[in-house]
Antibody
Framework: EVQLVESGGVVVQPGGSLRLSCAAS????????MHWVRQPPGKGLEWVSL????????YYADSVKGRFTISRDNNKNSLFLQMNNLRIEDTAFYYC??????????????WGQGTLVTVSS | QSALTQPPSASGSPGQSVTISCTGT?????????VSWYQQHPGKAPKLIIY???RRPSGVPDRFSGSKSGDTASLTVSGLQAEDEADYYC??????????FGSGTKVTVL
């Protein structure tokens, strides 16, 4: 059974930093593209970032480019999101999602339960 | 990228059908076969119900179907059931290794 478990969401001040983690199990982690998707409370979904299966390709939404860094450790079946210079508008549930295949075009077939990041002074 | 446009709400009685549209541009929906749909119940994570415009993952009832014409994709839920009441989001590959989601549609079963 595929499982994705996010952690690391807390309350942080504007301008602060945070690192989210996602522990994956139930599939061959290094065969798949992985994504982060976020959702402000009560609002819609926003794609944030993806990383290719080997970690050599990383891509970002314009809203987070230059501030967020996605990474993965295939030896530990883990996905990460380093978030710097956080803004109030970054407040959201952050979901770790598995790509349906190894292509960057693939849909998001499994989702974690989400971790809440709150940016507030 | 701008969010894809979905109607804020849709509704139908049990047994009826409801269709949700998802309008983008030739740079996303119209340009690729990689449109997917997600169902999200309150307080839960989204669930993939349609991928590559028309395909259903294993376990998703065939009451759910997808289509696309030009820059607009559609999700049809036939034979509405109470458990279909949820928020629905479309998503599309948008080129250059980017993805974009729709604004979301709340489906109410009357």
């Amino acid at each position: 059974e595929v499982q994705l478990v996010e952690s690391g969401g807390v309350v942080v001040q504007p301008g602060g930093s945070l690192r989210l983690s996602c522990a994956a199990s139930g599939f061959t982690f290094n065969d798949y593209v992985m994504h982060w998707v976020r959702q402000p409370p009560g609002k819609g979904l926003e794609w944030v970032s993806l990383i290719t299966w080997g970690g050599g390709g990383t891509y970002y939404a314009d809203s987070v480019k230059g501030r967020f860094t996605i990474s993965r450790d295939n030896n530990k079946n883990s996905l990460f999101l380093q978030m710097n210079n956080l803004r109030i508008e970054d407040t959201a549930f952050y979901y770790c999602t598995k790509g349906r295949g190894s292509s960057t075009t693939s849909s998001f077939d499994y989702w974690g339960q989400g971790t809440l990041v709150t940016v507030s002074s | 990228q701008s969010a894809l446009t979905q109607p804020p709400s849709a509704s139908g009685s049990p047994g009826q059908s409801v269709t949700i549209s998802c309008t983008g541009t030739s740079s996303d929906v119209g340009g690729y076969k990689y449109v997917s749909w997600y169902q999200q119940h309150p307080g839960k994570a989204p669930k993939l119900i349609i991928y590559e415009v028309t395909r259903r993952p294993s376990g998703v009832p065939d009451r759910f179907s997808g289509s696309k014409s030009g820059d607009t994709a559609s999700l049809t839920v036939s034979g509405l059931q109470a458990e279909d009441e949820a928020d629905y989001y479309c998503s599309s590959y948008a080129g250059s290794n980017n993805h974009v989601f729709g604004s979301g549609t709340k489906v109410t079963v009357l």
